[in-house]
């Protein structure tokens, strides 16, 4: 360390020396446009492939669709949002660094957590979801369970150290074969469509209930946080700019276009899945899309067997992605201080070895304890909704705050867009306490935990030039100066 501590607005800062940084090194400009929109991609696509189908058991099809419709203008609105912000403050923070610019320490440090638990537990829910698509292939009698789940931790955190630029190529390449694989079971099962399908779900006594909606109004908030694992993780993005070529121009067009991606395939697949197959008989399924082939067609056939295999493609994808995910979010906190600081240091190849090897042993651990896909995902998303309202926040504040902060691109409708996607962010955050009261108290009291790690402890001993708080004390020399 190379000079005393200072407090600034309610924490205490020091400055490091550059030895302390360059063992905190990602590799830089490792990544285009293409491999980001690739990587958004990569981070959802499984929600296409599994998740998403538990929302037929909440709410119906139509309480589903309803519920998919807002979250899709929740997510494209945020998107909007996101791209000026990782335009204007391209750290590997992403999330926490938005925050923390605009809300102070407390607010980023609340929000990278948030950020911490959805892409920390969406890896284990991925990790159950893999295993149903390995004991439905049948493969060496191979059925779902913790060594399937430790196979998939060992291989794919593996690649992950090899090295960025390995992995997000890795990530593309898996990825296109995931997007055939929903090409191909689009084209297998327009014929097979039936739309008396989607509303074979029997009608309750529920408030409002039809055929439409079958579990009446209150099946559309509880399908809420089933709708969201359409989009779930599009958000972490970001997160790749300290090692994209050109963040400021890049950022932007490979969240707006992975999110373009995204719409098509989840109104894909909320349409031809349960309009093949019956919304009943998927509602409850681990594999929905080979399954749904299997009973459009009447048994075994290639078309199910490929979308198994390619499913299982998909599922990699963004089990392999979100690694990559939570190990930048946990680097950025550890670098910054938030998090103990040894949690940061990268190997010879820049990449953050313990940040990528602490949680996904937390992770191996949740899916092989619970084989809950569904818990977690509940606790993946209320961790989400979390970061979603203060990210908006971060949004409306500094456009209030810092107008005139450069941005490389602005959102089209400004703090109306992202005022749009903080209202339905809180809806849905509403809807995952409503649908899962111990799902939100898991996720309350890991919050308690960490604020109070951050209060008594690691708010003392802040890295004062971690790009993140560099950002926020260059604003405030402005500010000054002004």
Not at 58 to 85: D, K, N, P, R, S
Not at 294 to 306: M, P, V
Request: charged share 15%; with cysteine.
């Amino acid at each position: 360390m190379v000079d005393k501590k200072r407090h600034v607005r309610g924490a205490d800062y020091e400055s490091v020396s550059a030895d302390y940084l360059e063992k905190r090194k990602l590799k830089q400009g490792a990544a285009g446009w293409v491999l980001l929109a690739g990587l958004g991609v990569a981070y959802v696509i499984s929600g296409d492939f599994a998740g998403w189908n538990f929302g037929l058991e909440q709410g119906g099809w139509g309480g589903l669709l309803i519920a998919t419709v807002l979250m899709a203008i929740m997510y494209t609105c945020m998107v909007f949002g996101l791209a000026e912000l990782s335009s204007s403050i391209p750290v590997a923070g992403a999330g926490y660094g938005f925050a923390r610019r605009a809300l102070g320490p407390l607010g980023g440090f609340a929000t990278g957590v948030a950020i911490l638990i959805e892409y920390a537990v969406a890896p284990a829910a991925i990790a159950v979801f893999i295993g149903g698509y390995v004991e439905a292939l049948g493969l060496f009698g191979l059925t779902s369970g913790w060594p399937v789940f430790l196979v998939a931790y060992l291989i794919f955190v593996g690649v992950h150290l090899w090295g960025v630029g390995e992995a997000l190529k890795i990530t593309f390449v898996i990825t296109g074969i995931a997007l055939v694989a929903l090409i191909a079971f689009v084209i297998g099962m327009v014929p097979k469509f039936e739309t008396a399908k989607l509303f074979d779900i029997a009608v309750t006594d529920a408030p409002g209930a039809s055929s439409f909606l079958p579990f009446g109004v209150f099946g559309v908030w509880a399908a809420i946080v089933y709708a969201i694992w359409f989009f779930l993780a599009i958000e972490g993005v970001p997160l790749a700019a300290e090692e994209a070529r050109d963040p400021r121009r890049d950022m932007p067009k490979g969240i707006i276009a992975g999110m373009l991606v995204l719409l098509v395939t989840a109104a894909l697949m909320l349409v031809l899945v349960p309009g093949t197959a019956g919304s009943k008989a998927m509602m409850a399924s681990g594999n929905p899309l080979p399954e749904a082939i299997r009973i459009a067609y009447g048994g075994d056939n290639f078309l199910a067997d490929f979308v198994n295999y390619a499913g299982l493609a998909g599922l990699i994808a963004s089990f392999f992605s979100i690694i990559y995910a939570y190990s930048r979010q946990l680097f950025a906190l550890s670098r910054a201080g938030y998090l103990p600081r040894w949690m940061s240091v990268t190997g010879r190849r820049h990449t953050p070895y313990l940040a990528l090897i602490i949680p996904g042993t937390i992770g191996f651990l949740l899916a092989a304890i619970t084989e809950a896909g569904d818990l977690m995902i509940q606790i993946a998303v209320f961790g989400a909704t979390i970061s979603y309202v203060l990210m908006m926040v971060s949004h409306i504040v500094l456009r209030r705050r810092e107008p005139d902060m450069p941005r490389p691109y602005r959102t089209p409708g400004g703090v109306v867009t992202t005022g749009v996607a903080l209202v339905l962010a809180v809806a849905a955050l509403v809807a995952v306490f409503l649908v899962d009261v111990i799902a939100a108290l898991i996720v309350a009291a890991i919050f308690v935990a960490a604020l109070a790690y951050f209060w008594f402890y690691s708010r003392h001993r802040l890295v004062a030039n971690a790009p993140e708080e560099e950002f926020e004390a260059i604003a405030r020399a402005e500010t000054e100066l002004a």
